[in-house]
């Protein structure tokens, strides 16, 4: 028996990388032999952090995690992750708005790419509330968001100063 390394891919914009994420992240890396995180560079989407500092505060959060990859992408994710050899793409799920976004992107990636499968995670409890849109409020309205993200975000954050969210 031929036993080919299961490959996931774990997509998102990552701006802020938050503990919704990393429970997301190590849980997948405990399902599969290979998770690549990929900062997804989506031009319709007004980011805080530029793609090369989502993908850097990736690489920190996730250096414990030896099965972890992090890369960036921009264009078709069902591109990306046949390149790589995936097997499944990893999303979390918080709430029925969520489900309902991601059982639709998870048909049309099954049409432009069938081999590939996603699987759909549970957030953890503690971090059901978590939205980087909410972190990036919260922070830009002085508020102190450390519990919700590693320390290095926390730094980052801080040194963007207060951005007001458009």
Same mark, same amino acid.
């Given at each position: 028996m031929n036993e080919r390394e299961r490959?996931?891919?774990? %997509?998102?914009?990552? @701006?802020?990388?938050?503990?919704g994420h990393l429970d997301i992240i =190590? $849980?997948?890396? !405990?399902?599969? @032999? $290979?998770?690549?995180?990929?900062?997804? *560079?989506?031009? =319709? &989407? !007004?980011?805080?952090f530029d793609l090369a500092e989502r993908e850097q505060l990736l690489r920190e959060v996730c250096a414990h995690l030896a099965n972890v990859e992090v890369e960036s992408f921009g264009g078709l994710l069902t591109d990306f992750a046949r390149s790589r050899g995936a097997v499944a793409m990893v999303k979390g799920l918080r709430t029925a708005d969520d489900l309902q976004h991601e059982q639709q992107m998870a048909m049309m990636n099954r049409q432009?790419? %069938?081999?590939? *499968?996603?699987?759909?995670?549970?957030?953890? %409890?503690? #971090?059901?509330?978590?939205?980087?849109?909410?972190? &990036?409020?919260?922070? #830009?309205?002085?508020? @102190?968001?450390? $519990?919700?993200?590693?320390a290095v975000v926390a730094e980052a954050l801080a040194r963007k100063g207060r951005q007001p969210q458009r």
């Open positions: 490959i996931a891919i774990c %997509p998102g914009t990552f @701006d802020p990388v938050h503990n =190590g $849980r997948a890396a !405990q399902l599969f @032999d $290979r998770v690549i995180v990929v900062a997804a *560079d989506y031009s =319709g &989407k !007004q980011t805080l432009l790419l %069938p081999e590939i *499968d996603t699987v759909l995670l549970m957030t953890s %409890p503690g #971090a059901l509330y978590l939205s980087s849109t909410l972190i &990036k409020e919260v922070h #830009a309205l002085g508020g @102190d968001v450390s $519990r919700f993200v590693p």
